[in-house]
């Protein structure tokens, strides 16, 4: 089985969308985020800016192997609106994102599936005006050597490319390299099989 270790997110936040149905108005955000704190300053950030809308809905979808997401209706009748922002998403195949609409109430009632089908277009519109990119999942890998070992070690991240993240050459040294997942069984191999070396995944 080949071992799944690219995943899509954003480049940037997406251009602010704009759709509108029976005077309700949505505007939608898309925001590349690599934690629930950055979630809550783009939501903040957002709420100050629309400080008169009436809902703040979104979803957001966080991991690569263990995934974390929340969708939430902000006072949107249940499953109504985070849910169908979720599904976009999940359909654009993005992770490390969270997409954000925001409701104007324009005075006619959407019902319910008025609503789903409204928060789904919005999350959709975001999202195609969204630059997104593929990104390689890697293995992080702490060496430790003595200095005389250097030589082998650099010749293997020479002959490999080896991403080296983080360095501390002095008479014993680190190294921190970053492996693409699906070589990190071979590299760490590599590196375990050399006399004096110690390789231990971060």
């Known amino acids: 089985m080949e071992i799944q270790d690219t995943y899509k997110t954003l480049a940037q936040p997406s251009e602010e969308t704009l759709f509108k149905e029976k005077n309700s108005k949505f505007f939608g955000y898309a925001f590349p985020v690599s934690s629930e704190d950055e979630v809550k300053e783009h939501l903040e950030q957002i709420k100050k800016q629309h400080h ?14 263990t995934i ?5 209706d902000d006072g949107e009748p249940n499953n109504s609106a985070g849910m169908p922002i979720y599904g976009q998403i999940q359909s654009f195949e993005v992770t490390n994102v969270l997409v954000v609409v925001v409701r104007y ?11 789903i089908s409204a928060y789904k277009t919005s999350a959709q519109l975001s999202l195609e005006a969204s630059k997104i990119i593929e990104r390689i999942i890697t293995n992080n890998y702490l060496i430790v050597f003595d200095y005389k070992n250097m030589n082998k070690v650099m010749r293997i991240i020479k002959e490999k490319q080896l991403d080296v993240i983080n360095q501390k050459l002095e008479l014993h040294c680190e190294l921190t390299i970053a492996v693409r997942k699906k070589d990190a069984e071979a590299i760490f191999n590599l590196f375990d099989t050399l006399f004096e070396v110690t390789i231990k995944q971060l």
């Open 52 to 65: 008169s809308a009436r809902h703040w809905c979104y979803a957001y979808q966080l991991g690569t192997e």
């Open 68 to 72: 974390t997401y929340r969708a939430n």
């Open 105 to 115: 109430f324009g005075g006619v009632k959407l019902g319910v599936g008025g609503l």
